[in-house]
T-cell receptor
Framework: NAGVTQTPKFQVLKTGQSMTLQCAQDMNHEYMSWYRQDPGMGLRLIHYSVGAGITDQGEVPNGYNVSRSTTEDFPLRLLSAAPSQTSVYFC??????????FGPGTRLTVT | ELKVEQNPLFLSMQEGKNYTIYCNYSTTSDRLYWYRQDPGKSLESLFV?????AVKQEGRLMASLDTKARLSTLHITAAVHDLSATYFC????????FGKGTKLSVKP
C-alpha cells in the first residue's frame, strides 16, 4: 500500500496561473482533507470530503476548489494563484473523526 | 468552533531532562491527537486519545487526556536528541483541527 500520495512534490507558479494539486489514497478511507502549513501557523484545514460527491469548506477555503468524484482521489485546484498561497500543502485520509494519514506534501511557491 | 492552543511554541531542552507540552482546546472534542513532524517531512501519528483519563506511552513519550479540563499533555522523559522535532496536537469534531505546534530542540 502506498497510503496517501501527492503530486507534484514541488511547484513554482506565477501570479494568476492555475494548477491542480493531486492527492490519491489506496486505503479506501471515506474522509479526505487538505491542509496548508505556514511558518508559525500550524496546519490549517482548507477543504474536506466525507465521501465521493461530498465536499465542504474548512478554516481557510478562499482561493481553492475541490471535487471528489472517486473515493481514491481528492484534487485541490488553485484557480488564480496568489503569493499568499505560497505554502506547503498536505493531503490526509482516514476515517471521519479517527486517525488521519498524511501524504508527503507539495511545496508551492507563487511569484 | 473548535480552537486548539499549544504551549510552549518553542522548547529547548537538555538531554536527559523531563518536560511537558500542553494542549488546550476550546470546546468538546471527540478525541485528541498528537503528531510528530521532522523538518521537511510529513506528519507522523503518535497517539490518539479517546476518552477522559486516557494515557498512552511510546518510548520516552507519554500522552494523557483530561476532557473536563479540556487539556492534553505530552510528557517527555529523559529527552534524547532524536526527539528533536515539531509536535502537533489536534482536536476533532469530525474535522481535525491543529494547534500551532511545539518546536522541540534537544541539545547535548
Amino acid at each position: 500500500n502506498a497510503g496517501v500520495t501527492q503530486t507534484p512534490k514541488f511547484q513554482v507558479l506565477k501570479t494568476g496561473q492555475s494548477m491542480t494539486l493531486q492527492c490519491a489514497q489506496d486505503m479506501n478511507h471515506e474522509y479526505m482533507s487538505w491542509y496548508r502549513q505556514d511558518p508559525g501557523m500550524g496546519l490549517r484545514l482548507i477543504h474536506y470530503s466525507v465521501g465521493a460527491g461530498i465536499t465542504d469548506q474548512g478554516e481557510v477555503p478562499n482561493g481553492y476548489n475541490v471535487s471528489r468524484s472517486t473515493t481514491e482521489d481528492f484534487p485541490l485546484r488553485l484557480l488564480s494563484a496568489a503569493p499568499s498561497q505560497t505554502s506547503v500543502y498536505f493531503c490526509a485520509a482516514g476515517g471521519s473523526g479517527t486517525e488521519q494519514y498524511f501524504g508527503p506534501g507539495t511545496r508551492l511557491t507563487v511569484t | 468552533e473548535l480552537k486548539v492552543e499549544q504551549n510552549p511554541l518553542f522548547l529547548s531542552m537538555q538531554e536527559g531532562k523531563n518536560y511537558t507540552i500542553y494542549c488546550n482546546y476550546s470546546t468538546t472534542s471527540d478525541r485528541l491527537y498528537w503528531y510528530r513532524q521532522d523538518p521537511g517531512k510529513s506528519l507522523e501519528s503518535l497517539f490518539v486519545l479517546l476518552s477522559n483519563g486516557a494515557v498512552k506511552q511510546e518510548g520516552r513519550l507519554m500522552a494523557s487526556l483530561d476532557t473536563k479540563a479540556r487539556l492534553s499533555t505530552l510528557h517527555i522523559t529523559a529527552a534524547v536528541h532524536d526527539l528533536s522535532a515539531t509536535y502537533f496536537c489536534g482536536g476533532s469534531q469530525g474535522n481535525l483541527i491543529f494547534g500551532k505546534g511545539t518546536k522541540l530542540s534537544v541539545k547535548p
